[in-house]
C-alpha cells in the first residue's frame, strides 16, 4: 500500500507555452507529478510553426538571448532546447549568428538604407565612415557602453532567494557594467542620443525608430544597449529549424522525465476553497482535475480576473496597476508566402519604414513593417530552390476586436493583397511566383493562445518598469503561483523560461527540498 508522505506531489501547469514545459520540466526532476493543461492541440504557445504544402511558416523565432553562455543558456541546455537533434550535430550546427542584425529602409527615399551590424567594432566603422562621421566621437562611446553591456548576465535565482554569494558574484562579474545601468535605466533612447551628443539627423532618427516597440512605446535606453550586446557577444542566434523544433526539443525532454499533457483542455475556472486554497481548475468541458499546487503559466490578465475563483478573486494593488496602467506590446500581424523561387535578400530581416506618413494595410496606418527571409539560413522552412517571406506589422487591438465574421474575411483579403504589392515592391516579379499564403492576426494569437489584447510579449518594457518582477505567489492564497511573459516587462522566451524555473525553485523551498536542475 502506497505511504501518502511518499506520493509525489500532484502539480497541475496551465498553458504549454516556454513557461509551462519549463516548470513541468523542473517540476519532474524535483519529484512533483506534473500536468501541462494546454488549450491547444499541441505545446508551444506562441513558440509556434505550423507547415502549409511543404513551407513551415514560423510566428515566433528571430533570435533567442543565451545560445552560447550565461544564465540563459544554462536554462535552455537544462530544457534541452539547444541540444543537438542527433549525436552527429554540434551546437555550432544548429545555432546560427547573422551578421547583419535588421536593415533599415526608408520608403520615402530622405534618409535611404541603415545597416545595424551585430558586430560592434564593424557597426562603429560603418557609422563613422558612411553616415555620420561628425559624431565619430558619439558613436564611439555609443559602440563602446554596448561592448561593456554584454559583461552583465542575469541572476539565476528568483527574488527572495538570493544569498549574499549571488549578489557579490553578480557585481564582481558586472562591475564594468554598474554605472551604464545607473545612468540610463531609467533613460529613453532620445535621452541616450543626446546624452552622446549625436548631430546627424539620419542617425538619431533611425536610432529613436530602432527603438519603437508598439504604439506610443520605445524600448529604454538600457533595453537597446542590452539587446546589441547580445548580438555582439554572438549570444543572440537564431536556431536551425526555428519554433517547431524548439518546442519539439523541450517537449521530448519533459515527456523523457515523465511529465504528461491533456490538450484541448481550456481551463475557465482555478478553484478557490474558503478564499484562501487552490484546489485545482475546471474545464471548458465541466470537468475538474484536482491537485495539490497549480502553476499558472499563461495570459495573466485572464488568470488574475477571470480564472481564479471563476471571476470573484481580490486582485492587488500591486498587480490591479501593471494591468490598468502599463502598456502592453500592440499586436503583430503576420503574413506569409511559400514562393517557387531562390531569393537572396540583403539581411535576414528588413524593417521599412516612412518618416512623413503612415503606410496603410487593410485598416492599419502602419508606421513600418518587415520582411524577413528566414529560409536564407534555414533550410527546413521551405524545399529546395524555394522560399519563404514572412511580412509583419503592428496592428491595434482595438481594429481587431469589434470586426464582425464578414469584416474580418474582408480584412484578410485586403492585407493580402496589399502585401502582395508590398513584396512586389521590393522583389520585382515575385508575385509570379508566389504558391502558399497564410497569415496570423491579432485575433489568431488571441484564439490560439489566450492572450490578452493579442499582446505577445505582454506588457512593455518602459523606463517605469524595466527590471520589475511583478508578484507570483499571492498572499493568502495557497497552493498557487504564476510564471509566464506577464509576471516581468518584456516577456519574450527566455525570462518566460526562467520564470518556470523560478516557480518550482521557490516550491521546492517551501517543500524543503534541494532544488535539482
Not at 506577464?486 to 522566451?493: F, H, K, N, R
Amino acid at each position: 500500500m502506497d505511504n501518502k508522505a511518499d506520493k509525489e506531489k500532484e502539480i497541475l501547469i496551465i498553458g504549454g507555452g516556454i513557461a509551462g514545459l519549463s516548470a513541468g520540466i523542473y517540476a519532474r526532476k524535483n519529484g512533483y507529478a506534473a500536468t501541462i493543461l494546454e488549450q491547444h492541440d499541441k505545446p508551444g504557445g506562441q513558440l509556434t510553426a505550423w507547415n502549409r504544402n511543404g513551407y513551415r511558416f514560423d510566428f515566433c523565432l528571430q533570435w533567442l538571448c543565451g545560445t552560447r553562455h550565461g544564465v540563459y543558456h544554462g536554462i535552455w541546455n537544462e530544457l534541452g532546447a539547444i541540444q543537438p537533434a542527433s549525436t552527429t550535430t554540434s551546437v555550432i550546427d544548429i545555432v546560427v549568428d547573422h551578421e547583419i542584425f535588421i536593415k533599415l529602409v526608408d520608403e520615402s527615399g530622405e534618409y535611404g538604407e541603415f545597416f545595424v551590424y551585430a558586430d560592434m567594432d564593424r557597426w562603429e566603422a560603418y557609422l563613422k565612415n558612411e553616415v555620420a562621421p561628425e559624431d565619430a566621437q558619439g558613436i564611439h562611446k555609443l559602440c563602446t557602453m554596448i561592448k561593456t553591456c554584454a559583461k552583465l548576465d542575469e541572476f539565476e535565482n528568483p527574488p527572495g532567494m538570493r544569498s549574499l554569494w549571488d549578489y557579490a558574484c553578480y557585481l564582481y562579474k558586472s562591475w564594468s557594467v554598474i554605472p551604464v545601468i545607473v545612468r540610463y535605466l531609467k533613460k529613453s533612447i532620445k535621452e541616450l542620443i543626446d546624452d552622446l551628443g549625436l548631430k546627424n539627423e539620419k542617425l538619431r532618427y533611425v536610432l529613436t525608430q530602432f527603438g519603437q516597440i508598439g504604439e506610443d512605446s520605445e524600448l529604454p535606453a538600457l533595453g537597446l544597449l542590452m539587446m546589441l550586446a547580445f548580438q555582439h557577444d554572438k549570444n543572440a542566434g537564431y536556431l536551425k529549424g526555428g519554433s517547431a523544433a524548439m518546442t519539439q526539443r523541450v517537449r521530448e525532454e519533459y515527456e523523457k522525465l515523465g511529465g504528461k499533457f491533456k490538450f484541448n483542455a481550456k481551463v475557465v475556472e482555478i478553484v478557490v476553497e474558503n478564499h484562501s486554497v487552490v484546489r485545482g481548475v475546471k474545464l471548458e468541458n465541466g470537468e475538474r482535475v484536482l491537485a495539490d499546487h497549480c502553476i499558472s503559466a499563461c495570459d495573466g490578465h485572464t488568470v488574475l480576473y477571470d480564472m481564479l475563483g471563476g471571476g470573484t478573486y481580490d486582485v492587488p494593488s500591486e498587480l490591479k496597476k501593471p494591468y490598468e496602467e502599463w502598456s502592453v506590446f500592440t499586436p503583430l500581424v503576420m503574413v506569409a508566402f511559400g514562393i517557387d523561387k531562390t531569393i537572396v535578400s540583403d539581411a535576414h530581416d528588413i524593417g521599412y519604414f516612412s518618416p512623413k506618413s503612415k503606410i496603410q494595410i487593410g485598416r492599419t496606418m502602419a508606421d513600418g513593417y518587415n520582411i524577413m527571409n528566414r529560409s536564407m539560413y534555414d533550410d527546413t522552412l521551405a524545399p529546395k530552390g524555394k522560399t519563404v517571406l514572412e511580412i509583419e506589422f503592428m496592428s491595434p487591438w482595438e481594429i481587431w476586436e469589434t470586426l464582425s465574421d464578414d469584416e474580418y474575411a474582408q480584412e484578410k483579403e485586403d492585407i493580402k493583397k496589399r502585401c502582395i504589392e508590398l513584396l512586389e515592391k521590393h522583389y520585382s516579379g515575385v508575385s509570379a511566383n508566389l504558391e502558399v499564403f497564410d497569415l496570423a492576426t491579432p485575433r489568431t494569437t488571441a484564439r490560439v493562445t489566450g492572450v490578452w489584447k493579442g499582446a505577445y510579449e505582454g506588457f512593455v518594457p518602459g523606463v517605469n518598469n524595466l527590471g520589475t518582477y511583478l508578484p507570483t505567489e499571492l498572499d493568502g492564497l495557497t497552493n498557487f503561483s504564476m510564471a509566464g511573459q506577464w509576471v516581468t516587462p518584456g516577456g519574450g522566451l527566455p525570462p518566460s523560461a526562467q520564470s518556470g524555473r523560478w516557480a518550482i525553485q521557490k516550491l521546492a523551498k517551501k517543500d524543503n527540498k534541494k532544488f535539482k536542475h
